[in-house]
Each structure stands twice: as C-alpha cells, then as structure tokens.
C-alpha cells in the first residue's frame, strides 16, 4: 500500500440519511452523522483491496466541516486521498460534494487491524464485565 490512494462513494441523500432521522437536527437535508459515514466508506473503500487476508480499518477519528445543506433526493460523493501511511495507521483527506458544488471537507484518520483479533478483544471486555 502506498500514498496516493484515491477513493470515490456516492450516494442519494434518502431520509434515511437525514438531519432529522439521524437525530443531528429537525430538517431533510443530509445530517452530519450521514455525511461521516459516507467519508469514511470512501476512505476504507479506497484501500480495501491493498489489505492482506483476514485484515480490514477500523476508523479512529473523523475531523469534518459540513459547509453546505444538500436535500433528500439528491446526490452527494465523496473524493479521498490517502496521504499518509504510519506501520498500521492510515490518514486521509477528503472532500465531499453535490451537483452545486463543495458540501464538506476534512481528514480522517484508520487503523489496520486483525478482524478476527479485534473482534475478540471487543467481545472478551464484556465477558469480564
């Protein structure tokens, strides 16, 4: 895996990805919650076929500005590039856009890890509980 990974999603803002179903405020218009998720599938979309057998990311932190409102019904995507690579952890840029033009922006930071040891190390801290 090297730098310069490139990443596009995209998607229709549906109710389900609202302001107001998501809980982030009362209006149809694509909620922040929704916009971070579609920046960070884009992002470990891009690099998911460099990953060895049994790895996947995991995100670890999200910095996003959501500059503009986008409506249900229309289309979003997002653009990332990976710009840097530090043993497992990974950082992206990435900005996000509908047919008027730039809605979002920022960087979001990845982890590669082991699914299987992950998954057991999240489950055993509540066998314990």
């Known amino acids: ?19 107001k179903t998501l809980g982030s405020g009362t209006m149809d218009v694509l909620g922040t919650p929704g ?53 497992r952890r990974l950082l992206f840029s990435f900005r996000a856009f509908d047919d008027a033009g730039l809605i979002g922006e920022g960087c979001h930071e990845r982890f590669i890890v082991d699914k299987e040891k992950f998954l057991n190390k999240s489950h055993a801290k509540y066998e314990n509980a």
């Open 1 to 19: 895996m090297e730098t310069g990974i490139k990443g596009k999603t995209e998607m229709t803002v549906t109710e389900q990805f609202s302001a």
């Open 35 to 87: 916009l971070a998720a579609l920046a960070e599938k884009c992002a470990w979309e891009s690099v998911a076929p460099f990953l060895e057998e049994g790895q996947g990311t995991v995100g670890i932190r999200l910095d996003l500005k959501h500059l503009s409102a986008t409506p249900v019904g229309k289309k979003v995507w997002c653009e990332s590039v990976l710009t840097e690579i530090a043993d």
